[in-house]
């Protein structure tokens, strides 16, 4: 077994690991780098090619599987779940492994066709959908191998945590988990199964350490859902703007901001492209349980349209909107920079139902976008939110029922991969020998 860390081992995002048995490749995730696409969209740059993401670094470096001969050997690329530091490169590199399928689960995948669509591009390769918690079959040159979508929670819907088995043992791909118990929508981890696969023998884990560093458990969304519900309960004035921004992908809040948002007697509207790219998938697969209660506009018209109606009667309306990381373009950033019909004004609600990613940009840009709405007078509520990541014991307890031969963490910089090596340590580990920080692109042979 031999393991590339392609991207994302040491940057947050752009997701892509390769793994080598023989004569047979795959690879896990093929995510962008969402800073180095907001750059590209600072220099107005809206119709991306491969060569545009590869300049800025917005796609991995997959040039390294050319180097390594590995290419012409892939057989699959699996999807762990549907946000685009794992899926978004895929419409830009598939066309480079013409013989593998595409594999995820039917929110992943169906976001990957909207995806598809709405950037015109083709790919011909076979894509596969397996039903959440379900397994597939792959031919390699000589064998077939077994792959499970392991059920896991996580910010958005139909997360898996991957297992390959091969005759070296399984690898183990968890990327963008927590063990959250009582998810507000879904069943909880499967449990079950990765003890299982613990018992038969893990050759090898990749796993999420975003915040590895953060103690205890991360907490479970039904505590996000109180905080939506405390931050919604005050607005009772019909005079007053109220604007919410939360993570597009993430329904579970969703469903929260509607829930208690109804009691305010306001209309639910949603506002924005990506908002409207996932809850109209979340719609396809049959799991947006409020589709009834909102009103979504996507185009810039639809929504100018709207903001003109809000402005004048900005008591009616509860609006959910993206921005919530002054993304550049964006619905709220073109409010506070008055590039649309709606200002706001002194006394307006903000709610954040989000974190700030943790990246330099997008703290950067949040603190300016902040500065401008205290300067007029809004109310903002900011990190209505809990993390959809793994902290300390969420990825102590994944080691443990585990107990991979090797770990590699991943999806973050080494200062944020650090503390999971000292997990690691703690359970036995030895830095170097069965526990490794790796830069992008290099290789591990067991």
């Not at 599987?65 to 598939?94: E, F, N, T, Y």
């Not at 949040?366 to 990541?389: A, F, N, P, T």
Request: aromatic share 8%.
């Amino acid at each position: 077994m031999e393991i590339c860390t392609v991207g994302g081992f040491q940057e947050v995002g752009k997701n892509m690991t390769a793994v080598k048995i023989k004569d047979d490749v795959f690879i896990f995730d093929a995510g962008v780098s969402i800073p180095a696409l907001i750059d590209l969209q600072n220099d107005n740059i809206q119709v991306y090619s491969e060569k545009h993401l590869r300049r800025v670094g917005a796609i991995p470096n997959d040039s390294v599987l050319d180097k390594l001969g590995w290419r012409d050997k892939v057989r699959a690329i699996v999807i762990g779940h549907s946000h685009l530091d794992h899926v978004g490169a895929v419409p830009w590199l598939a066309h480079r492994y013409p013989r593998a399928v595409i594999i995820g689960t039917p929110f992943t995948m169906t976001l990957l066709d909207t995806i598809l669509r709405d950037e015109r591009k083709e790919i011909k390769n076979k894509k596969i959908t397996v039903r959440e918690g379900g397994s597939i079959k792959v031919r390699g040159k000589r064998r077939t191998y077994k792959i499970d979508l392991i059920h896991v929670t996580h910010s958005t819907l139909q997360c898996a945590s991957i297992a390959l088995h091969t005759e070296e043992g399984v690898f183990f791909y968890a990327v963008d988990f927590k063990f959250d118990d009582t998810p507000v929508l879904g069943a909880p981890p499967n449990y079950k199964k990765i003890k299982e696969i613990g018992k038969k023998g893990v050759k090898a884990l990749i796993i999420n350490s975003l915040y590895s560093g953060e103690e205890g458990r991360s907490l479970s969304e039904s505590v996000a859902r109180k905080k939506v519900k405390q931050a919604l309960n005050p607005v009772r004035d019909r005079y007053s703007a109220l604007f919410v921004s939360t993570f597009s992908s993430h329904i579970e809040r969703l469903k929260s901001i509607v829930d208690f948002g109804r009691a305010t007697n306001r209309k639910i509207i949603f506002l924005g492209r990506s908002l409207n790219k996932y809850v109209t998938t979340a719609i396809k697969v049959k799991q947006c349980p409020f589709q009834k209660q909102i009103t979504l506009f996507k185009y810039r018209n639809q929504v100018n349209s709207f903001l003109k109606k809000a402005e004048k009667d900005r008591g009616k309306y509860l609006i959910v909107c993206t921005g919530h990381q002054a993304e550049e373009n964006s619905i709220l950033d073109r409010i506070v920079k008055d590039n649309t019909p709606f200002r706001f004004r002194k006394g307006d609600h903000m709610i954040f139902a989000s974190s700030v990613i943790p990246v330099p940009q997008n703290i950067l840009a949040r603190e300016q976008m902040d500065h401008k709405l205290e300067k007029i007078g809004v109310k903002i509520q900011k990190d209505v939110h809990v993390s959809g990541h793994g902290c300390h014991e969420d990825i102590k307890m994944m080691m443990k029922m585990l107990k991979p031969e090797q770990i590699i963490p991943t999806h973050g910089t080494p200062a944020q991969e650090l503390p999971a090596v000292r997990i690691a340590q703690s359970l036995g580990y030895k830095y170097g020998k069965n526990v490794h920080l790796f830069k992008d692109g290099k290789v591990l042979k067991l």
